[in-house]
T-cell receptor, first 119, second 116 residues
Framework: AQTVTQSQPEMSVQEAETVTLSCTYDTSENNYYLFWYKQPPSRQMILVIRQEAYKQQNATENRFSVNFQKAAKSFSLKISDSQLGDTAMYFCAFMKSFEWSGNTGKLIFGQGTTLQVKP | EPEVTQTPSHQVTQMGQEVILRCVPISNHLYFYWYRQILGQKVEFLVSFYNNEISEKSEIFDDQFSVERPDGSNFTLKIRSTKLEDSAMYFC??????????????FGPGTRLTVL
C-alpha cells in the first residue's frame, strides 16, 4: 500500500523569502504521479504542481518548483518569493499511473503542512 | 472559471439519521470522487465513480455509504445511518480523466458534517 508523509505540521516564512515543504512517500509502483495541492483558509483545494514519475526533470510552475528524488522517494515543494496569498495548508498527494497498473484516480494524501507567510 | 460546488456547507444531524451530501461536478468531467477529512487528520479517499458505477472504494466506504449520479449533473453521497465518527469535512472532486495529462482533480469547498 502507498503512504505519503509530511513531517512538518507547520511552517512560517517571511514575505519574499523562499521556503521548502517536505514530502516523502512509499510505493512499489514504478510509474505514478505526485501532486502538491494548496488549500487556503475556507477555500477549496487547488492544484499547485504535478510531477510524473517517469520524467527526470523537476516540474516548475512560476514561483513553485519541486525537487523530485525518485530513488529516495522524496518530493519537496519550493516556494520562491513567498507572498501573503501563499498562506494555506499544503498537501502532498500520490496517484498510481493509469498506463501500467490501472488507475481509478484515487489520491493518497499526506497529513498537510500549514504555511504562514508573514509580512 | 468552472468549479465544483457542494451543498450544504454545514450539515448537523442526529446519530442514526440519514444524510445526503450533494455535489455538482464540472460539467464535462467524467470521473467523480468523494474524500473526507476528520478534524486534524489527513484527507482520506472514500470512493471513485465513473460511467455510473463505483470504480474503487476504500475500506471506510462500507454498506452505510452509497453514491449516485441521479440526473447527469449532481453527484451525491448518502450515509444511511450516521455515526458519531462520521463527523468530518467531506470533499467532492471531479476530473476529466483518471490518468494522463487530464487527471487533475478539481475539489469542491466541502461539506462539514456534524453528527450529534
Amino acid at each position: 500500500a502507498q503512504t505519503v508523509t509530511q513531517s512538518q505540521p507547520e511552517m512560517s516564512v517571511q514575505e519574499a523569502e523562499t521556503v521548502t515543504l517536505s514530502c516523502t512517500y512509499d510505493t512499489s509502483e514504478n510509474n505514478y504521479y505526485l501532486f502538491w495541492y494548496k488549500q487556503p483558509p475556507s477555500r477549496q483545494m487547488i492544484l499547485v504542481i504535478r510531477q510524473e514519475a517517469y520524467k527526470q526533470q523537476n516540474a516548475t510552475e512560476n514561483r513553485f518548483s519541486v525537487n523530485f528524488q525518485k530513488a529516495a522517494k522524496s518530493f519537496s515543494l519550493k516556494i520562491s518569493d513567498s507572498q501573503l496569498g501563499d498562506t494555506a495548508m499544503y498537501f502532498c498527494a500520490f496517484m498510481k499511473s493509469f498506463e501500467w497498473s490501472g488507475n481509478t484516480g484515487k489520491l493518497i494524501f499526506g497529513q498537510g503542512t500549514t504555511l504562514q507567510v508573514k509580512p | 472559471e468552472p468549479e465544483v460546488t457542494q451543498t450544504p456547507s454545514h450539515q448537523v444531524t442526529q446519530m442514526g439519521q440519514e444524510v445526503i451530501l450533494r455535489c455538482v461536478p464540472i460539467s464535462n468531467h467524467l470521473y467523480f470522487y468523494w474524500y473526507r477529512q476528520i478534524l486534524g487528520q489527513k484527507v482520506e479517499f472514500l470512493v471513485s465513480f465513473y460511467n455510473n458505477e463505483i470504480s474503487e472504494k476504500s475500506e471506510i466506504f462500507d454498506d452505510q455509504f452509497s453514491v449516485e449520479r441521479p440526473d447527469g449533473s449532481n453527484f451525491t453521497l448518502k450515509i444511511r445511518s450516521t455515526k458519531l465518527e462520521d463527523s468530518a469535512m467531506y470533499f467532492c472532486a471531479s476530473s476529466l480523466a483518471s490518468g494522463g495529462y487530464y487527471n487533475e482533480q478539481f475539489f469542491g469547498p466541502g461539506t462539514r458534517l456534524t453528527v450529534l
